[in-house]
């Protein structure tokens, strides 16, 4: 008989038993692939929504996307990442992919949580949990080269809402990396403790940041209250980083 996981020494930040809420992890590129083990981890036991609409794992994939192995290459993403994350996932947790983008229509509920990589894919989220009465949580991850960002917010609040308004902008303006400089582990696997974070202090009813930005190349953290460590060079205002709108061919 197999044993089940014992989440006793975490309770007092995250009680799996008392968040029900669904969780919709949209994108499962750079910083889907690397959410959805620390999300499983945590022990969800209501259901965990995988959503991606690229057919197939591509090999560029491999280095830079957290759940995929070389073996993974050209099966479908969505499908792959929910046959390894049950594994990692309480019993109770019901493990649902969609292979299919997200449109204003789409069934979005509970905690919703972007990590996709062009500005239009993110309004198209927007549209569907903007005043969306059975989300209360959205969060919108982004990274581009070393850096990274993190918004999190009530969709239905007016103030949050006209604050994350300002950072949709079309992709045209947003930086071009380099081919090279796109993607690589780390930024991502960081990203994805600070979504965590903030997602148990949501369940804990903590107020959570509306703004967190990391340069992990210069070890510098931001906040929407500015800096909390080394010496800021950018405030967080109006998009500038190329994170913020890091185009349609810089991959997740």
């Given at each position: 008989m197999s044993q089940l996981a014992s989440y006793e020494h975490q309770t007092a930040i995250f009680n799996p038993e008392a968040f029900t809420w669904p969780v919709h992890v949209i994108g499962l590129g750079g910083i889907g692939s690397a959410l959805i083990l620390p999300l499983a981890k945590l022990g969800l036991q209501s259901e965990l929504h995988l959503w991606d609409h690229d057919p197939i794992i591509e090999p560029h994939n491999i280095p830079a996307q957290m759940v995929y192995r070389a073996k993974d290459i050209g099966k479908?993403?969505?499908?792959?990442?929910?046959?390894?994350?049950?594994d990692y996932c309480d019993p109770q947790c019901r493990v649902i992919p969609h292979a299919e983008k997200v449109t204003e229509k789409s069934p979005l509920s509970g905690v919703v949580i972007s990590g996709v990589d062009s500005m239009a894919s993110r309004k198209a989220i927007w549209s569907a949990v903007q005043f969306n009465a059975k989300v209360p949580l959205y969060m919108d991850g982004r990274m581009g080269g070393e850096e990274i960002a993190l918004l999190t917010l009530n969709p239905s609040d007016l103030d949050a809402g006209t604050f994350y308004t300002g950072w949709l902008f079309d992709d045209k303006d947003g930086a071009q990396l380099p081919c090279a400089a796109r993607t690589v582990i780390h930024p991502p696997v960081v990203l994805a403790g600070h979504i965590i974070a903030q997602?148990?202090?949501?369940?804990?009813q903590l107020e959570t940041a509306r703004y967190i930005g990391v340069n992990t190349k210069e070890t510098q953290l931001i906040n929407q209250k500015g800096i909390t460590h080394v010496k800021a060079t950018r405030r967080p205002g109006r998009p500038s980083l190329p994170f913020f709108g890091q185009g349609r061919r810089s991959r997740r």
């Open positions: 479908p993403k969505a499908n792959t990442a929910a046959e390894i994350v049950r997602l148990t202090r949501f369940a804990r």
